[in-house]
């Protein structure tokens, strides 16, 4: 047992010699919260950036959303050539309707409106 600290000791000369400080718990807590901070803004320009989408090949993509509630929306799913209309909650997603005429994606237009005249209901503008 007398042994183990000398041995501990040649280890590590920078110890042995005794002139270097550990670091303060303070410089250790700043560092590791520079880590995490760093960590969130990565994650969070990540997400917001749509290198996810073009990753993903291109063939699946979100048409157009429409909440419904708090945390409720619909949403019209691009797969393929294919449309499809889902319902998404926290707990589940479900598969609605296969729309027969899609969406037009280049005209910007509310999603209600589109939906509406695809569903037969024609809104007054």
Known sequence: MNLVFPLLLLSFPALAEGGVNPPSI???????????????VLGFLLKK??????MGGGQMKVIATLPVGYKEKLMVVKVG???????????Q?????????PLDESQPQAFSQQLGKLMGKHEKS
């Open 49 to 54: 950036s749509k290198l996810t989408q073009v």
């Open 26 to 40: 303070t410089s250790w807590l700043l560092s590791s919260l520079m880590v995490i901070g760093l960590i969130l």
């Open 81 to 91: 050539e294919q449309q499809l209309l889902i319902g998404v909650t926290p707990q």
């Open 93 to 101: 997603v479900n598969f609605l309707y296969r729309l027969e005429q």
